[in-house]
C-alpha cells in the first residue's frame, strides 16, 4: 500500500461497520443479547486487528502469506458477521416483520409468490434448475473474486471493496428490519409463530419431486448450518449477485452474458426456492442499484484522495 499507513476504503469501511454494531451492542441489547460483553470485546479486537495487519503488512510487504490475508480478510468475515446480525435482530424487535411482508405479497401479487410457484412448477428439471442457480451465488462470489485475485491485484481489490460495502449495508438492515423470508411456513423459530390468519388454507409442503434433486439437499445443507434467521430484506444474494456481474461486465468480459443469465435465473430461484418473498427480490435490486455506484464513487475518491 502506498501511504503511510497503507489504509484504503475497505479497511475503513470495515472498521466503521464493526464500530457501529459495537455501539448498537452497547447502547441496545438489553436482554436480547445475553452475552453483549464478549461480543463487544470481539468487535473492539476486530477494528484493533486489523489495524495491526495493516500496519505489519505496510512494514514487511515481502511476506506472501501476509500479503494474501491483507487483501481476503474482508471475505473471510462475510460469513461471521452474517451469522451475528442473527444474535442481533431485536434489539428493537421482539419477533419478526413476515407478517408485514406475507400481507404486502398477498396485496400486491394476489397470492404468496413463495408458495405458487413450486407448486405450479413442481418439476425436478425446474426445481435443480433453479436450486442450482441458487446455489451459483457462491460461484459468482469464487469465480470473479479468485480470477480478479490472479491476474490483477488492484481489480480484485476494487471488487472486495465494493461488494463488502453492499454486504456491510444489507447486514445493517438486518439487524433492524428481522425478516425471515418464506420459511416461516415450514418450520418454528424459537417461539415465534405467524398469527393465524396468515396461514394458508391448506398447510404447504415441498413437492417429493423437489425434494429428491441433488441441488435441493445441498442448499438444504447449507441452510442448515449457516442459516441467519431474520435477514431476508433485502436480499443479499440478490444484490451482491449483480456486484459479480457488474464487474464481470467491467473486467471479465467474456463471461458476462453467461453470468448475466446465471444471475436472472438467481433472481428468480431465491423466490421459487422459498428463500426470499418477491419484495425482498426487489429489495435486493433496488439495493445494488444504489450501493453500487455509491461504493465505486467512495473506493475512487479514496484512491484519488490518496489512501491507497
Known sequence: MSTERGYTFVDYCTQ????????????????????????????????????GLIRFQARRPELRLLDFVRYFYPVLLYGFLYCETGMLNHVLFP????????????????????????????????????????????????????????????????????ASFVFYVCY??????PVIGPRIFFRQFGDYSLPADLWPPVAPSFPAAVQAGPFYHLMA????????????????????????????????????????????????????????????????????????PLGNRLYFKFIRGGAH
Open 221 to 292: 445443507w447449507i441452510y442448515q448450518q449457516f442459516e441467519a434467521p431474520g435477514a431476508a430484506f433485502p436480499s443479499s444474494h440478490v444484490a451482491i449477485a449483480i456486484t459479480t456481474v457488474y464487474f464481470s461486465f467491467l473486467y471479465l468480459r467474456p463471461i458476462r452474458w453467461w453470468h448475466l443469465a446465471a444471475m436472472v435465473l438467481l433472481c428468480c430461484s431465491t423466490v421459487y426456492c422459498r428463500y426470499h418473498y418477491a419484495v425482498d427480490v426487489v429489495g435486493g435490486i433496488l439495493t445494488a442499484a444504489v450501493l453500487i
Open 16 to 51: 466503521a461497520y464493526l464500530g457501529v454494531v459495537g455501539l448498537i451492542v452497547l447502547c441496545l441489547h438489553g436482554h436480547a443479547v445475553p452475552n453483549w460483553p464478549l461480543l463487544l470485546g470481539l468487535h473492539v479486537a476486530g477494528i484493533g486487528a486489523i489495524h
Open 95 to 162: 419477533g419478526f416483520l413476515d407478517p408485514d411482508f406475507i400481507r404486502l405479497e398477498a396485496r400486491v401479487f394476489g397470492v404468496q409468490p413463495s408458495l405458487a410457484l413450486m407448486d405450479r412448477l413442481p418439476y425436478p428439471a425446474v426445481s435443480e434448475l433453479l436450486y442450482a442457480a441458487y446455489f451459483s451465488y457462491y460461484v459468482m462470489i469464487g469465480t470473479v473474486g479468485g480470477v480478479l485475485f490472479f491476474r490483477n491485484r488492484e481489480r480484485f481489490f476494487h471488487f472486495v471493496s465494493v
Open 172 to 177: 445493517l438492515v438486518y439487524i433492524f428490519l
